[in-house]
C-alpha cells in the first residue's frame, strides 16, 4: 500500500502536468505542513516552477489548484508567495484508513525487495558485552525488525572478535596452567593475567606468537582450544541476547580468514598496493592513513578483515545494503573499507548502498562515560537485571494482587523496554545519560507511558464487551471530530515514517511518531465518547488501529507490549 505522502505527490503532480502539458515540470515537491492548523500537507512546486517557466509563483499555483481533483480535499489554500496548503477531507482520510487497517504493513511501503545485511553488537571474545555494546545491539535489533517488517530478506551479522594475538596470548596461558574455561567470567580473568604476562615477560610473548601463528595455521590441537574459548564467550553473549530477545547470527573474523590472502593478491594484481615501511598498503584519496592490508611479518589485521568482509558481502551475500553499526569513533574507518572497496571495483554505489551507522556515549550522572561505583566498566547484564529489579518494585505497588509469574513476565517486559526505548529515544548519534528513574516514568516519552497507552487502548474495547471480531467487519471508521481527525492523520502517517527511519537509520523518528500518537489517542478519547456513544463502532475501528500501529511500532523498537501494567 503506498504511504499518504506518495499518493499526495502522484495526485498534484498530475495535476501540475495538466496545467502545465509538455513542460518538464517534473514531480511535484511536497512535504507534511509543520503545523496542522495550515493544513495537512504542503506543495512548495510554484516557487521551482517559476524559475523555469518565468511566470509568478502565485499565478502557477492558481493553475496547479484548478486542476485538482477536488474529492479528496475540504479545504486547499495558496499561501505566502506561492506555496499551496492542503487539507484532505474527511471522507478520504477515512477511507485511507480503513484500507490501512487490513494491509499487512499498516499502510506502509516496502517497495522492491532488497537484501539487507545489518552487522551489529559485534562483542570480542573473551571479554563481556559491557555497557558500551548496549547502543550497537539495541539499534541494530531495531533496524534489523525495520527492514524485515517492510518485506526485504535481513541477515543479522555478529562481527565477533574470535581471531589475532589475544588467542595466541590465552592459549599460551592455557597450556602453561592447564586450565580448561568454564564461564566467560573466569576466561576475562585469565585474559587480564596472559596480557601482564605477554606485556612484562619476553618469552611469554614469543610464545604466545607462536601459538597465534600454529592457530593461524590451522593445527588442530590449538584450533580445539580456541574453539573452547570461543565456546564458553558464546554462552555468554547469549545469556544477553535471549534476555534482550535479539537474533543475531554469528559470522565472526576466523571466518574470513581464508580469503585474506586473496584480498591482498587481488590488490597487487591490480596495481593498488604500495609498500611502507615493509607494510603492504592501500592509499585513498581523501584519507591521511592509508589502509595497511598486510603487515611486515607477513600477519594480517583489521583491515584485512573488513575488505575481506565487504568483498564477500557484495559477491557472496549478494546485498543490496549493508548496514554497519558501531561508536562514531569507527566512522573513519569504515569510511577507508567503503572507498577501497569502490577503488578495488568491488563495490558499485548504483548497485549496494553501504551505510556505517555511528552513535555516540552512554553516560553516567556525572556526565562521564557510564562506569560502576568501582569505576570499572558496568556489565550489561547487570545493568539490564537492575533495570527488571526496578520495574518489578514499580509493578508490585501498582498490582499488589497480581500473581508472582505474571509480575516477571511484566517486570521483564517493562524493565528491557524502558532500557531499549531510552536509547532508541535519543538522536544515535549523540551522548545520552543513563537514568533508571527518568526511562521508567509513567510521564513523558517513555516506554512506561506508551505500554500503558497500549494497555489503555485495549482496555477501552473490553470495557465496551463489543465483539471486535464483527466490528472489524460491519464497522467503517468515519472521522468527525477534530481530534478524530488528527489521530487518523497521524495514523496514517505511520509508513512515512518508517520510510524516513529506513532512510535515514535514525530509530528516533519512530519513537517521536509514537510518542505522538499515544498523545493524539489521548486527546480523541477526552474528546470524543467511545463507550455508549452513536458512534461507539467507527471509534472502536479507530481504537483498534491504533492499538495496531502501537503495537507494530514498539516491535519494531524490539519492546514486548503487555496486556496490564
Known amino acids: 500500500m503506498e504511504t499518504l505522502l506518495e499518493i499526495f505527490r502522484q495526485k498534484v503532480s498530475e495535476s501540475i502536468e495538466k496545467a502545465f502539458a509538455g513542460t518538464a515540470c517534473g514531480q511535484a515537491d511536497v512535504a507534511p505542513c509543520l503545523q496542522e492548523e495550515f493544513g495537512h500537507y504542503q506543495c512548495n512546486s510554484p516557487l521551482r516552477l517559476s524559475k523555469i517557466l518565468q511566470v509568478p509563483p502565485r499565478a502557477i499555483a492558481e493553475k496547479i489548484v484548478d486542476q485538482l481533483d477536488r474529492s479528496l480535499y475540504s479545504k486547499v489554500e495558496i499561501a505566502g508567495p506561492g506555496f499551496i496548503n492542503f487539507t484532505f477531507s474527511p471522507e478520504f482520510l477515512s477511507k485511507q484508513l480503513q484500507a490501512a487497517l487490513f494491509d499487512e504493513r499498516l499502510g506502509a511501503f516496502s517497495g522492491k525487495k532488497e537484501r539487507v545485511l545489518v552487522e551489529f553488537s559485534s562483542p570480542n571474545v573473551a571479554k563481556e558485552l559491557h555497557v558500551g555494546h548496549i547502543r550497537s545491539t539495541i539499534i541494530g535489533d531495531s533496524l534489523a525488525r525495520l527492514f524485515e517488517f517492510l518485506g ?5 551479522l555478529n562481527h565477533i572478535g574470535d581471531w589475532g594475538t589475544q588467542f595466541g596470548m590465552l592459549i599460551a596461558y592455557m597450556q602453561e596452567t592447564g586450565k580448561k574455561p568454564t564461564d566467560l567470567e573466569s576466561l576475562m580473568e585469565w585474559y587480564r593475567a596472559a596480557k601482564v604476562r605477554f606485556d612484562a615477560d619476553p618469552e611469554f610473548k614469543k610464545r604466545a606468537q607462536k ?53 591482498v593478491e587481488e590488490l597487487t594484481q591490480k596495481g593498488l598496493i604500495q609498500i ?22 607477513g600477519g594480517y589485521n583489521y583491515d584485512t578483515t573488513d575488505l575481506a568482509a565487504i568483498r564477500y558481502r557484495i559477491f557472496v551475500d549478494k546485498a543490496d545494503r549493508i548496514i554497519v553499526i558501531t561508536d562514531n569513533g569507527q566512522a573513519p574507518h569504515f569510511h577507508m573499507i567503503f572507498a577501497a572497496a569502490e ?33 570499572t566498566t558496568e556489565k550489561l547484564i547487570d545493568l539490564l537485571l537492575e533495570a527488571v529489579t526496578r520495574a518489578r518494585t514499580l509493578l508490585l505497588e501498582r498490582l499488589p494482587d497480581a500473581p ?30 543513563f537514568s533508571y528513574d527518568r526511562m521508567l516514568k509513567f510521564e513523558g516519552n ?37 481530534s478524530e481527525i488528527a489521530l487518523g492523520l497521524h495514523l496514517r502517517r505511520f ?20 510518542y505522538a500518537l499515544a498523545e493524539k489517542f489521548n486527546l480523541f478519547f477526552r474528546d470524543c465518547r467511545v463507550e455508549g456513544s452513536p458512534e461507539e463502532k467507527p471509534r472502536l475501528v479507530l481504537c483498534e488501529l491504533t492499538a495496531r500501529i502501537l503495537r507494530q511500532g514498539l516491535e519494531i523498537l524490539g519492546l514486548q507490549v503487555v496486556n496490564r501494567m
Open 152 to 156: 526485504h530478506d535481513v541477515l543479522r
Open 495 to 514: 509508513g512515512e515514517v518508517l520510510e524516513l527511519m529506513a532512510r535515514d537509520l535514525l530509530p528516533n523518528r519512530l519513537t517521536d511518531y509514537l
Open 211 to 263: 601459538e597465534v601463528v600454529r592457530l593461524q595455521a590451522g593445527e588442530p590441537a590449538i584450533l580445539a582450544l580456541w574453539k573452547e574459548i570461543c565456546d564458553v564467550s558464546r554462552k555468554g553473549f547469549q545469556e544477553i541476547y535471549d534476555l534482550l530477545g535479539v537474533r543475531i547470527t554469528e559470522r565472526g573474523e576466523s571466518f574470513y580468514n581464508p580469503y585474506l590472502p586473496q584480498i
Open 343 to 375: 577503488k578495488a571495483g568491488w563495490l558499485d554505489s548504483t548497485k549496494t548502498r553501504v551505510d556505517h551507522v555511528g552513535f555516540g556515549l552512554v553516560l553516567g550522572p556525572d556526565g562521564k562515560k557510564f562506569k560502576t561505583r568501582s569505576g
Open 404 to 433: 508472582a509469574s505474571e509480575i516477571d513476565h511484566l517486570a521483564h517486559a517493562l524493565g528491557i523496554g524502558a532500557i531499549k526505548y531510552a536509547d532508541l529515544s535519543c538522536h544515535r548519534t549523540k551522548d545520552y545519560t
Open 276 to 297: 611502507s615501511e615493509g607494510a603492504k598498503c592501500l592509499f585513498l584519496d581523501g584519507f591521511q592513513i592509508p589502509l595497511m592490508v598486510q603487515k611486515t611479518d
Open 446 to 482: 517513555t516506554a512506561t507511558f506508551l505500554l500503558y497507552a497500549y494497555v489503555r487502548i485495549n482496555g477501552i474495547k473490553r470495557k465496551t464487551h463489543a465483539n471486535m471480531e464483527e466490528i472489524l467487519v460491519q464497522a467503517r471508521i468515519a472521522l468527525h471530530h477534530p
